[in-house]
């Protein structure tokens, strides 16, 4: 099949994936020594086969800038900021085993012809999943390379068709007490709250997971719905989403309401513009064999070119 190449979003492969063959891939990519793939193995052998047909994902692979090695799976899944589970990294993985994802539901409000209370299912078309390998960069300078799968967030907000006087999306983390042992403490103003310009919101790159490596998210990763925007620190992409709202004016986000002067609205990755605190010119690769593993942090994360546009003629030094 001849595919034409335009943007770094252009399908390479439109085949639907299941689980089972992504395995497959993977391992055939290990059998022929690919640094750094061999470790990354999603799960042992034997557990593997059985789990697949429970939890397994069907989507499209897409090769959406594969941002250097894969971080093992462990670190995706151990090493995590969701502070409803505790600050620690490795408190969301051990506590977020009572966040109950089923069934899910997710209110739609603001300005937009089609509102209401939608099931995951029902916002989510999980028939049409793909998946795409993020540079997962945070603000604490430390980055992951995640196979996400999901959908383009551009194609959920269409289906409620936002009216002209939507110029922002805000996004809300479930909050509850019983489940998150985290929310005891007033680390953040609770619920998590972030929120996009309406042009960042329907950019292609984008994302809303439902899955990683191929299966559901773990709790920990903010099952079962979460942000991802590849081009901002990694806390811009919210967890466990419950509520969608369109905005005319620009609304308040968790890390801008705690820490104004060190957490802006845009977030962009910058490393031209240091934290207040540190400097965000490199970052360390979590998972990257040794403790020590640097690379140069990228400018929009690495995706300039498909997102620059965006901030034509701004300040990115004011607007951090
Ligand atoms: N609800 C919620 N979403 C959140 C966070 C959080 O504490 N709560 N942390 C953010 C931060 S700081 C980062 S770096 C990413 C981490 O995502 P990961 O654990 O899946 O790698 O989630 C973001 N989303
Ligand atoms: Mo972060």
């Known amino acids: 099949m001849l595919i034409k190449r335009r943007t770094p979003w252009t399908l390479t492969e439109n085949d639907v994936t299941p689980k089972s063959m992504y395995l497959s891939r993977r391992r055939l990519m290990a059998s022929f020594g690919a640094a750094g793939i061999a470790a990354c193995g999603p799960r042992g052998e034997a557990a593997g086969a059985a ?29 995590n900021n969701f502070y409803e589970f505790g600050t620690g990294k490795s408190d ?20 937009a012809e089609r509102t209401g209370t939608f099931a995951l299912e029902d916002l989510v ?21 995640i196979p996400w799968v999901g959908v383009p ?11 002209s006087d939507a110029k922002y999306v805000a996004f809300e983390t479930y909050l509850n007490r019983d489940e998150m042992p985290g929310v005891r403490w007033p680390v953040l103003d609770w619920p998590y709250v972030e929120g996009l310009r309406m042009d960042e919101a329907t950019h292609p790159l984008a994302f809303l997971a439902v899955g990683l490596y191929g299966d559901v998210l773990p709790n920990q990763n903010g099952a079962p719905l979460r942000l991802v925007v590849p081009w ?3 806390f811009k992409s919210i967890k466990s989403i419950v509520r969608i709202r369109f905005e005319s004016e620009q609304p308040p986000t968790s890390w801008n309401k705690s820490a104004a002067r060190e957490y802006g609205f845009y977030s962009n990755v910058n490393p031209n513009v240091d934290h207040p605190r540190w400097s965000q010119a490199s970052e360390r690769v979590i998972g990257g064999g040794s403790l020590f593993a640097r ?18 003629g701004m300040d990115l030094a004011k607007n951090y």
């Open 51 to 79: 789990q697949e047909a429970e939890t397994g994902l069907r989507f499209t692979k897409t090769d959406y800038f594969p941002a250097g090695d894969l971080t093992p799976v462990e670190a995706v899944t151990g090493y």
């Open 92 to 111: 969301p993985a051990r506590s977020s085993g009572r966040l109950t994802t089923k069934p899910w539901t997710v209110a739609v409000e603001g300005h």
């Open 125 to 145: 078309d999980f028939n049409r999943l793909e998946e795409r390998i993020y540079r997962l960069r945070c603000v604490e300078a430390w980055s992951m390379v």
């Open 153 to 163: 967030l551009a194609d959920v907000l269409a289906s409620f068709n936002p009216t």
């Open 232 to 234: 901002k620190y990694g």
């Open 295 to 312: 690379r140069d942090t990228d400018m929009f994360n690495g995706y300039a070119d498909a997102v620059a546009g965006l901030y034509a």
